[in-house]
């Protein structure tokens, strides 16, 4: 089994990917933080604690942009963008 400090940088590399995977999928985003802030608990170092914080803003940040996608795709297809729109 892996170290305490081990998970505490699984954790901490959890978060920055959970923020980064936020910006382009959204969803991707809040399933890593999910796992890197379940990681994040079982461990009480620093570095456990500054990946929890990266994980909780990861979680936001991809629950934010996931709402803003949804509300884009709805005006977009309210406003009738879609309806010349070339398929296949």
Known sequence: MAEKEDQSVVSYVL???SIVMAIFTPLAGIVFGIIGLTQSKKQKTKLSEKAKKLNI????????LFIVTIILAYTIENMGLLQNFPTG
């Open 15 to 17: 978060g920055i990917v």
């Open 57 to 64: 803003i990861g979680i936001i940040l991809g629950i934010i």
